[in-house]
C-alpha cells in the first residue's frame, strides 16, 4: 500500500513538474514578445521615474530571463550551429561599409572624370571585393541558420540583447546640462570632459510662410477682424491689397519685436499684422576641445567643430552632445551632454531584431527546412 502511494505521489510531482517546465517554455517562446510590448507601452508614457521603478525592473529582467530560455529553447541543442550562424552574418555586415564606402568614392572619382577614371575603376574593384566577402559570409551565415527554430532563437537574443542596452544605457548614463554663450569665450574645462564654445547660432524660418493678422481698434481696444492672404508682393483682404514693401519692423522704443505692421488710417484706424514664419531648422556651430590626457581619448587632435541641429547631436570622446534650446535673443544656448554606455547594445539588438525577425516572417518555414 505505502509502495503503491509513493508511486501515485512520484507520478503527480513528475507531471506537475513536467506541466510546470512545459509552461515555462511556452512563456519563453510566446510570452516574450508581450513583456517587450508591455515594456515599449510603459516607455511611450514618457515617465523615466517609472522606467527605472521596481515594476519596469521586473519586467525588464523577466522579459531578457524568458527570452534567453526562449533561444536555448527554440535552437534544440543547436546552439554552436546558430553562433556560427550569427558570427558569419556579423563579418558580412562589418563587410557592408566597405562597399558603401568605395562606392562613394567611386563615384566622386567618376564625376571629376580625367586622370581620376582610373582612380573611379580601382575603388570599383575595391567595391565589388568587398561585394564579395560580405555576400559570402552572409551565404554561409544563412546556410548555418537553415534549421528550425534558429532564426526565432537569434530573434530572442538580440531582443535580450535591446533590454540589456537599455538598462545599461539608463542606469549609467550621465548627462550634463550647459548654457553657452554665443561668440562668447568657452565653456571651461572641469566641470565637463571637454570645452565647448559656440560660435554662431541660426534659426533659419520657412521662406514665404509668414502669416498677417487686420485689427480694428475699436472700444478702446484692437479686435482681430480677419486673416488677410499673401499674392505674390502684396496683402489682400476682400478687395483691399497693400504692398509688403508699405509694412515696418517695430522701432526700438517698442522693444524692437520681430512683427512688421501698417497701420492704415481710417474711422476707425486699423493695424495690418505680419507675424514671423515658423522656425524650420535651429542650428548652432560649437567647437570643442578636451583637455590633454583625457580618458578616453577624443577625436584625432583632441579638437572638433561641429554644426548641431535639434535632434541631431554630435559625437565627440564617447559623449553626444544635443542643441537643446536657445533664449529669444538667441544669444544663449543650451547644450546637452550625454553619455550612454548602452548605445552599442542597443544599436546591434534594434538591426539584429529587425534582420532576423524578416528573415523569420519571409524565410522557408521550419517545415519546409525540415523536408529539405
Known amino acids: 500500500m505505502a509502495l503503491v502511494m509513493m508511486r501515485s505521489f512520484y507520478s503527480v510531482l513528475s507531471k506537475t513538474a513536467h506541466f510546470l517546465s512545459g509552461c515555462l517554455l511556452a512563456a519563453a517562446r510566446y510570452a516574450a514578445p508581450v513583456l517587450m510590448v508591455a515594456a515599449a ?21 523577466a522579459g531578457g530571463v524568458v527570452c534567453l530560455i526562449g533561444a536555448f529553447a527554440l535552437s534544440r541543442r543547436r546552439l554552436l550551429r546558430l553562433s556560427v550562424g550569427l558570427v558569419f552574418l556579423a563579418l558580412a555586415a ?29 575603388m570599383a574593384c575595391l567595391s565589388l571585393v568587398s561585394l564579395l566577402i560580405a555576400g559570402a559570409l552572409g551565404f554561409l551565415g544563412f546556410r548555418a541558420m537553415r534549421a528550425p527554430g534558429l532564426w526565432a532563437a537569434a530573434v530572442h537574443l538580440f531582443a535580450a540583447l535591446l533590454l ?79 504692398p509688403l514693401s508699405l509694412l515696418r519692423p517695430a522701432p526700438a522704443e517698442a522693444g524692437g519685436s520681430a512683427q512688421k505692421y501698417l497701420l492704415l488710417p481710417g474711422n476707425p484706424p486699423r493695424l495690418l499684422l505680419q507675424h514671423p514664419a515658423p522656425v524650420r531648422e535651429y542650428s548652432a556651430s560649437c567647437k570643442l576641445v578636451a583637455p590633454p590626457g583625457s ?24 559623449w553626444l552632445v544635443y542643441l537643446m ?48
Not at 562589418?94 to 580601382?122: E, H, K, V
Request: proline share 7%.
Open 164 to 242: 540589456v542596452g537599455a538598462y545599461v544605457d539608463f542606469y549609467r548614463a550621465k548627462e550634463i546640462p550647459i548654457t553657452c554663450l554665443v561668440g562668447g569665450p568657452a565653456y571651461p574645462i572641469g566641470e565637463q570632459p571637454f570645452s565647448v564654445q559656440v560660435e554662431s547660432y541660426e534659426a533659419k524660418p520657412y521662406e514665404n510662410a509668414e502669416t498677417y493678422s487686420l485689427l480694428r481698434h475699436d472700444g478702446g481696444r484692437w479686435q482681430n477682424i480677419g486673416v488677410p492672404q499673401r499674392e505674390g508682393e502684396s496683402v489682400r483682404w476682400g478687395s483691399e491689397s497693400w
Open 41 to 61: 507601452l510603459f516607455l511611450m508614457r514618457n515617465h523615466p521615474e517609472t522606467y527605472r521603478g521596481g515594476l519596469m525592473r521586473g519586467l525588464g529582467i
Open 295 to 318: 580618458s578616453p581619448p577624443p577625436a584625432a587632435g583632441g579638437e572638433a567643430v561641429f554644426r548641431l541641429r535639434v535632434n541631431e547631436p554630435g559625437s565627440f570622446g564617447g
Open 94 to 122: 562589418l563587410a557592408l561599409p566597405g562597399l558603401f564606402y568605395f562606392g562613394g568614392q567611386t563615384l566622386d572619382f567618376a564625376r571629376i572624370g580625367g586622370a581620376m577614371w582610373f582612380g573611379s575603376a580601382g
Open 325 to 372: 534650446s536657445a533664449d529669444a535673443s538667441g544669444k544663449r544656448v543650451q547644450l546637452l551632454l550625454r553619455r550612454a554606455p548602452g548605445r552599442p547594445f542597443i544599436y546591434i539588438g534594434a538591426i539584429g531584431l529587425t534582420l532576423c525577425s524578416f528573415a523569420w516572417a519571409f524565410g522557408k518555414k521550419e517545415e519546409e527546412v525540415a523536408a529539405s
